[in-house]
């Protein structure tokens, strides 16, 4: 890739022009841009609370303290009590630790497979790809939420199968991004030098294609973070979800007609989160320019085809 | 073009073919059986069962006398609503999904292209700030989220509107809304990108330049242009929404296809899950389809594209 120029030498500089990589010029671009700062603050912090949440917890998050039910908040429990007279602030903090969990683990899953199928289709030839790409259209129009209900009832769900599940529902729109890329790259000239040289499906996939594709990848499993969030909670509201408390299921065990109030701070958490991977995605397609890598050589429709496939996320998994 | 459309719809059968082989199979993987979870029975009633359904014999038989059947438009009997054929169970479902998903279509598509552009015209003013932040926030809600939320101002605080169930405008109110935020912010967001590039381009400033009125350039040379991406979306937005959404049925009790799909999975009621699969994947391909044809109607480049 060009090296880009970041500012135009100061006329009194007596120093040689500082020229950065594409990838700082991204992280500058990302870090200037206020939306996305907030959102990386917002999951450091939760991310922070998660990975210490049996340090900072206050009590048991499974365990009735003795206080009464829906408690409002005070000074013992600073977010109130649920319906089993938990700590909301406990169990909010190692809802996190399994929510986070999922939701990046499972975009990892779905980033290998999305990679692999897609790299594969991309540099494969004609009749791997159209295999391939008839597997993506069946995946793709196959309903997620039977699909999971299907593995998890069968595997039963531990934290292990719920990522793993939710992983392998979440793979179509990444292999489908890859592909498209991959495609258009192709017959770029850095490429056809690399094939020019002797170089093997293999590698050119590897060393040429796979660097220049990481970007919308990147994006789309942002988006795919809090999809996967949300899916594990209509896991446990179908009643095959994990078991210990995901945000999920304190969202839903929260909801009661008679103190609907409780269930505004845990949906609050979990929408503020959500808010944020949204708010980071947006700012890494802003910082890794979609304009000099998504849409390389696309027709208009195809364009289209690539901005749709991805999403925010959710609203395949809300069907 | 029309071989362009000929294939692809020919390439929706192995599709859909794939599907059916997969959810049979999978739903057979699973534990348990339609006889004896919630009501025990003794075996010989249970094998009786089993044999009025089929399901004593051999997979691939079971799976080739569904398609015959298929094919003749029988979808069978589900085991769970009291023996009724399927085609029925679904069609009342469908009537009442696709009443909701319709009114949702139309809601999110109106709003989300007025508010795009909208915020596209006045970029970087007060009205497109708040549009964005409106749309960032409505896109990041899970709607079951929002239903909820939804419950406890209008049911719990404000006692303005009934918890659920399926009949009059007022019902309609709070599933309509839950189920449309996160489209309208998505439509939303992709008319404003794709507004903010047609600003810019020659034949826009030609229009201008010619004396057209403002309100023709937005409408006719802007708007149509820059409707395509955000035709992209609204298929699968549309396919979503009309095959209903189980979260937001079962929240607000609305007896729509989704429900059905969500209540048949625990009993086993392998007609019904097949059925609503297949549904499911039928409206997904299709809007895709839809989608595919009208861009190549837009854009001669598509049809000879490798994809499809």
């Keep these: 890739m060009a090296e880009v120029i970041a500012h135009a030498t100061p006329a009194y500089a007596t120093e040689p022009p500082r020229v950065e990589g594409p990838r700082h010029t991204a992280l500058r671009k990302l870090v200037r841009n206020r939306p996305a700062v907030v959102g990386m603050v917002v999951i450091g912090v939760f991310g922070l609370l998660a990975l210490l949440a049996p340090w900072v917890d206050r009590y048991d998050p499974s365990a009735w303290q003795g206080a009464g039910t829906w408690k409002g908040p005070s000074a013992d429990f600073w977010l109130g009590t649920d319906d089993g007279g938990r700590d909301m602030y406990s169990r909010l903090v190692h809802g996190a630790r399994i929510s986070l969990t999922v939701g990046v683990l499972s975009q990892v899953i779905a980033v290998a497979i999305g990679l692999t199928v897609g790299l594969s289709a991309g540099v494969g030839g004609r009749w791997l790809d159209s295999l391939l790409m008839r597997l993506t259209d069946v995946a793709y129009a196959f309903p997620d939420l039977l699909m999971l209900i299907v593995l998890v009832t069968i595997m039963g769900s531990s934290m292990t199968m719920v990522v793993l599940a939710i992983g392998f529902v979440s793979w179509t729109t990444i292999a489908r991004v890859v592909r498209t890329q991959a495609l258009a790259l192709r017959d770029e000239e850095f490429v056809l030098a690399a094939r020019a040289l002797g170089a093997s499906r293999w590698q050119i996939a590897r060393r040429h294609l796979l660097p220049n594709v990481l970007a919308p990848v990147i994006v789309t499993a942002t988006f795919g973070v809090p999809a996967a969030i949300f899916a594990e909670a209509a896991l446990v509201y179908i009643g095959v979800g994990l078991a210990g408390p995901s945000w999920g299921r304190i969202i839903l065990e929260s909801f009661d007609a008679s103190h609907p109030e409780h269930a505004v701070i845990p949906c609050a958490v979990v929408a503020l989160t959500m808010l944020s991977f949204t708010l980071i995605g947006d700012g890494l397609r802003d910082a890794l320019d979609p304009r000099s890598s998504t849409r390389r050589a696309l027709p208009k429709a195809e364009q289209a085809r690539v901005r749709r496939d991805t999403p925010p996320g959710e609203e395949r998994l809300a069907a | ?308």
Excluded at chain 2, 8 to 32: C, E, Q, W
Excluded at chain 2, 161 to 187: D, R
Excluded at chain 2, 266 to 275: E, F, L, Q, T
Excluded at chain 2, 277 to 283: F, G
Aim: charged letters at 15%; glycine letters at 8%.
């Design chain 2, 1 to 308: 073009m029309t071989a362009y459309v000929l294939r692809r719809v020919l390439s929706i059968i192995p599709v859909l073919l794939a599907i059916a082989a997969v959810t049979f199979l999978l739903m057979h993987a699973m534990p348990g059986s339609p006889c004896g979870r919630d009501k025990p029975l003794t075996p010989p009633a249970c094998a009786n069962l089993k044999a009025a359904y089929g399901l004593d014999q051999p997979l691939w038989q079971q799976f080739g006398f569904y398609l015959v059947n298929l094919a003749q438009g029988d979808l069978g009997v589900s085991s769970h609503y009291g023996e009724r054929p399927v085609r029925e169970v679904l069609a009342d479902g469908f009537r009442v999904s696709a009443t909701l998903g319709g009114l949702a279509l139309a809601v999110s598509v109106t709003a989300g292209v007025g508010l795009g552009v909208v915020s596209a015209l006045r970029r970087n003013t007060a009205v497109d700030y708040l549009t964005t932040g409106f749309t960032t926030i409505a896109a990041s809600v899970p709607s079951f989220i929002l239903g909820m939320l939804l419950l406890v101002l209008f049911v719990g605080k404000l006692h303005w509107l009934p918890t659920g169930g399926w009949g009059s405008p007022k019902e309609a109110i709070m599933p309509v809304l839950a189920l449309s935020a996160l489209p309208t912010a998505y439509i939303a967001r992709v008319t404003r990108a794709s507004m903010l590039e047609t600003l810019g381009q020659d034949y826009v400033r030609t229009a201008r330049a010619k004396g057209l009125n403002e309100r023709v350039v937005v409408l006719r040379h802007m708007l149509r242009n820059a409707l395509l991406p955000v035709l992209n979306v609204i298929g699968p937005v549309a396919a979503a929404l009309v095959t209903g959404s189980f979260i937001v049925e079962h929240l607000f009790s609305v007896p729509g296809i989704g429900r059905a799909y969500f209540e048949s999975i625990a009993p086993r009621d392998y007609a019904m899950i097949m059925a609503t699969t297949l549904l499911y994947a039928v409206a997904v391909v299709v809007a895709n389809l839809v989608v595919d044809v009208v861009a190549a109607l837009f854009d001669p480049r598509v049809r000879r594209s490798t994809y499809g």
